[in-house]
């Protein structure tokens, strides 16, 4: 174990506090409109060097005087830097999280330099073993890979239902979606997918298959309404024939993980 475990987490939420609470809105905008020049951005960098500063010096008695001021420099110029990068990319979910990644990689070197613990900290990579692994393979594997063998295994059903699926001229139907909208509500169904998945994987390897009972009930209640004001018996059958597909692949690789693990749920 890491030293000063306390200090890493007040690092962590000086960060969270620097950029999501004390970050108005109006400073992002400025920031994504004139990148370097936009003086919030200058602030914005400030406040992450106080707050780091702040939190090395109150949760830690082993720390110097200099440490702290090189750490406070470091996370201050490091999220100045990673910020005007992220102002040229386009603003989306992938840029977030890669953006946060590297503060929080920023924020670990920090803590691993004012502490001087890289030895420990090596330590404890050499310490992931095959279980983490394997716990890790199960997740990506319920990502992209079950996405993309869903699809096909649906292929030879998807185009009847899209031809059947004809424009409407009744009053109570919906009106006609554009091509690009149905791109990005077909993206929405992909995350929903993905967060679908990654739930049930969640509760097969915590042994809780009660709450994905639960999770596959919410979600037909709400697939309910939506199928019943079509009335399109294609469309129903090919929707619960995703879904199930769906929970049965994710089932799959969550026993084969636990049985892995040596944790599968059946009792001798």
Request: charged share 10%.
């Amino acid at each position: 174990m890491l030293a000063e475990p306390q200090l890493l987490v007040a690092l962590v939420l000086a960060h969270l506090l620097a950029d999501f609470y004390f970050q108005p809105f109006t400073w992002v905008q400025q920031r994504n409109e004139r990148h370097a020049l936009a003086l919030p951005l200058y602030l914005h960098a400030i406040i992450h060097g106080i707050l780091a500063a702040a939190a090395m010096f109150l949760f830690s008695s082993t720390i110097s005087i200099a440490s702290i001021g090189i750490g406070a420099i470091v996370v201050a110029v490091s999220h100045f830097k990673i910020d005007v990068i992220k102002s040229y990319c386009k603003q989306n979910t992938t840029s977030f999280v890669v953006d946060q990644i590297a503060h929080i990689v920023v924020i670990l070197g920090v803590f691993l330099y004012a502490t001087n613990q890289w030895r420990e900290a090596v330590g404890l990579l050499q310490q992931v073993g095959t279980s983490h692994l394997l716990v890790v393979l199960a997740y990506l594997a319920v990502l992209k890979p079950s996405s993309v063998i869903i699809k096909q295994l649906l292929s030879p059903w998807s185009d009847e239902v899209l031809a059947n699926k004809m424009p409407s001229s009744h009053p109570n139907d919906p009106p006609t979606i554009s091509t690009e909208a149905q791109q990005t509500l077909s993206l929405a169904g992909q995350r929903i997918g993905y967060l679908e998945r990654v739930l049930m994987l969640t509760f097969v390897l915590l042994n809780q298959f009660s709450a994905i009972g639960f999770l596959i009930a919410a979600k037909s209640i709400f697939r309910f309404g939506d199928l019943t004001k079509h009335q399109d018996r294609k469309l129903t059958e090919y929707v619960l024939l995703g879904t199930f597909t769906s929970v049965a692949m994710t089932f799959a690789i969550g026993l084969a993980c636990a049985a892995a693990l040596g944790q599968l749920p059946i009792k001798s």
